[in-house]
T-cell receptor, first 115, second 110 residues
Framework: DGGITQSPKYLFRKEGQNVTLSCEQN?????MYWYRQDPGQGLRLIYY???????QKGDIAEGYSVSREKKESFPLTVTSAQKNPTAFYLC??????????????FGQGTRLTVV | GDSVTQMEGPVTLSEEAFLTINCTYT??????LFWYVQYPGEGLQLLLK?????DKGSNKGFEATYRKETTSFHLEKGSVQVSDSAVYFC?????????FGKGTTLSVSS
């Protein structure tokens, strides 16, 4: 089945450590996205990539980094510089970036907790 | 900049009641509009969409009409079920990434 796979589903991190969240898609989509979800805040865009080897900062990129070396993969690293990393992280993809009419398909999310 | 505003929840209804969740938007140009649903602990699923003014999106008994004159895309369902309990997000597509509202929690009791 085609879809987006995020792993792990739950992740615990000690303060001061970097951690990488995995996102893989087999939909052959060009564009991929990372959103952060906090209670009552909706979804806020962290980074997006419209094509391999290119990515752009979203609204809340500070303390995060990404790479897009392969079309199917868009890992997100939460660095120690992120002041409040505990949240639910959602990865998404769409068939093409830069188009207003294309919907995004979402993974099941990773819940990150700093302990 | 572009933005989406949803009615605040939670919305609490009895089974078979009529549902409306309000959504208004601010955008330059001609955005597309979407409704997504999120069940507990899961990602978002597309519920319906509309890509131009006066289009009506519909799916699983839910409907929403793209109203350019009132910049609105209200979600409606004639008779809700317990299984409709979830968080609903209105979203706007303007060319880069989708912009989401803050979500509205719907709780349906039997």
């Amino acid at each position: 089945d085609g879809g987006i796979t995020q792993s792990p589903k739950y992740l615990f991190r000690k303060e001061g450590q970097n951690v990488t969240l995995s996102c893989e898609q087999n939909l052959n989509h060009d564009a991929m996205y990372w959103y952060r979800q906090d209670p009552g805040q909706g979804l806020r865009l962290i980074y997006y990539s419209q094509i391999v080897n290119d990515f752009q900062k979203g609204d809340i990129a500070e303390g995060y980094s990404v790479s897009r070396e392969k079309k199917e993969s868009f890992p997100l690293t939460v660095t120690s510089a992120q002041k409040n990393p505990t949240a639910f992280y959602l990865c998404a993809s769409s068939i093409a970036g830069g188009r207003r009419d294309t919907e995004a398909f979402f993974g099941q999310g990773t819940r990150l907790t700093v302990v | 900049g572009d933005s989406v505003t949803q009615m605040e929840g939670p919305v609490t209804l009895s089974e078979e009641a009529f549902l409306t969740i309000n959504c208004t938007y601010t955008a330059t140009g001609y955005p597309s509009l979407f409704w997504y649903v999120q069940y507990p602990g899961e990602g978002l699923q597309l519920l319906l969409k509309a890509t131009k003014a006066d289009d009506k999106g519909s799916n699983k008994g839910f409907e929403a009409t793209y109203r350019k004159e009132t910049t609105s895309f209200h979600l409606e369902k004639g008779s809700v079920q317990v299984s409709d309990s979830a968080v609903y997000f209105c979203a706007l597509g303007a060319g880069t990434a989708l912009i989401f509202g803050k979500g509205t929690t719907l709780s349906v009791s039997s």
